[in-house]
């Protein structure tokens, strides 16, 4: 048996979608897990829409949730000279055809299939006439001469024995009349090329596979093993598409999800281990078997995902987790002033509390960050007469200690309540707005502990406060 080889073959013509990743990270673990190789395959032969900026991206998307092919990227237009060659020899062993006909002929045929509501199949025309009664002014397609007797057997590692009519498969065309060559074909060729043992993707492609097998036969190539999984669909059960929110991994990268908790929820969608749900990377590639992937669709739950999301986060070590709040603001916020670095770090604890996201952790770190604090009007209000004085006496008292800690803070908060004939809310909501600029964050002793001091003074000593 040759040693395991998986690949993911995207297209490059768009964002990389969150399917594709989870094709992808299913690809990398079971090749991982039998000591095996992951390849990736630039699939960019359709010239018009296959751009850069999508291949840099995929790549990206790829590094950023932890997959890491071996070697470097398979470019399939680089291989385009070897796939036609392919088509030739299909053509001299009689495998494949030339066809002639036009595509009013065609465009025919599909109308009449239409209106008798079958599904089109290319009626086989040009099968057996001789390239001698060929029309001149036509370029031919070639076409693979597929079976038309029997049935053909797939033994999909994941759905079991799918069996098929040989009749239902059309002679489909490996090279285009530009001589381009087609999708099956060029990714039949690049299989058996690049030694890919096993070809897991998902079970939209169960066709494609059938008229990839034949292929492989004519050449009379060693068969991968086919495993097809079911699809991601929304949460109303359709379809998952690129037009999707949600749908590619930066959307989630902006709403500071980590690519260890998203790593995580894709692998558990529609794969189980036991009643196990949370995966370090180590146990993802020691117990990824393919036996644990189900054969129905599973449903993308952005609710289930910040779960996951918050399960981290909580757990995360507290350098870890500065790391990647750092990266996520460096991305898509501002950069954090070296000098904020150890304040938000000694604060983490109390900052991630109910936060979901790196972008809650951020919002609630957002007072510390920066020095100028921004109000919200509405909350700007509730700062009438009465919060000002309790902030004014506040000032007073506080200036007066040297050790700030919640035990030298608790008394201070007490007198003002009882002072002042209120309580908690009453003094610790106008002392929030006036340091942060927002009645909702951090408990108003983390707050003051975390800002010191010094910064505490200066805030509550704002003209706008007094």
């Known amino acids: 048996m040759s040693k395991v080889a998986t690949r993911f073959a995207p297209s490059p013509t768009g964002p990389l979608h969150i399917g594709g990743v989870r094709t992808a990270l299913f690809n990398w673990l079971y090749s991982k897990n039998q000591g095996g190789t992951f390849h990736l395959r630039i699939e960019d032969t359709d010239k018009e829409r296959s751009k850069d900026q999508y291949k840099d991206q995929i790549i990206k998307s790829l590094k950023w949730i932890g997959i890491e092919y071996d070697g470097d990227e398979y470019i399939q237009s680089k291989q385009i000279d070897y796939h036609i060659k392919i088509a030739n020899e299909l053509l001299k062993n009689g495998h494949a055809y030339k066809c002639y006909c036009s595509n009013e002929e065609i465009e025919e045929q599909k109308k009449r299939a239409k209106q008798k509501k079958i599904p089109y199949i290319y009626n086989r025309k040009w099968r057996d006439i001789s390239d001698t009664d060929a029309p001149k002014d036509i370029k031919p397609v070639v076409r693979f001469k597929s079976k038309i007797d029997g049935s053909s057997i797939l033994k999909d590692l994941v759905q079991g024995d799918v069996q098929i009519d040989n009749n239902t498969i059309e002679d489909f065309i490996i090279l ?3 001589g381009s060559p087609t999708y099956n074909l060029s990714a039949a060729v690049d299989d058996h090329q690049m030694r890919v043992t096993h070809i897991i993707r998902g079970d939209d492609h ?8 034949q292929i492989y036969i004519a050449m009379k190539w060693e068969l991968p093993s086919f495993a097809h999984i079911p ?4 949460v109303d059960g359709k379809k998952l598409s690129k037009r999707d929110k949600s749908s590619t ?14 790593r995580n929820y894709l692998l558990r969608l529609g794969w189980s281990f036991q009643d196990k749900e949370i995966f370090t990377l180590e146990e993802s590639i020691k117990y990824f078997n393919l036996d644990g992937v189900g054969k129905s669709p599973s449903k993308l739950d952005i609710s289930r995902i910040l779960s996951m999301n918050e399960h981290y986060i909580k757990n995360m ?3 870890d987790l500065y790391n990647q709040l750092n990266e996520y603001c460096i991305k898509h916020k501002e950069k954090i002033d070296t000098n904020k670095i150890g304040k938000i770090k000694k604060s983490l604890q ?9 972008e809650d952790i951020y919002n609630n770190s957002k007072y510390i960050i920066s020095d100028n604090v921004q109000f919200n009007n509405e909350d700007l209000k509730l700062i009438d007469t009465e919060a000002k004085k309790i902030i004014v006496e506040f000032v007073n008292k506080f200036s007066k ?4 800690k919640k035990e ?11 002072s002042n004939n209120t309580n908690f809310k009453g003094v610790g909501q106008p002392l929030r707005i006036a340091l942060t600029g927002s009645k909702f964050g951090p408990g108003i002793y983390d707050i003051i502990i975390s800002l010191g001091k010094e910064e505490v003074v200066k805030r509550l000593g704002n003209k706008i406060l007094i």
């Open 176 to 178: 285009r009349n530009d």
């Open 206 to 213: 169960k066709i494609n596979t059938f008229k990839q097998m």
């Open 231 to 234: 699809l991601i669909h929304t």
């Open 249 to 262: 991994l930066d959307d989630y990268s902006k709403i500071g999800i980590m690519p260890e908790a998203l």
């Open 317 to 319: 070590n507290e350098n």
């Open 350 to 358: 109390f900052l991630k509390n109910k936060a979901k996201t790196l």
């Open 401 to 404: 200690i040297s050790d700030v």
């Open 408 to 418: 030298t803070l608790e008394p201070i908060v007490n007198e003002l309540i009882k």
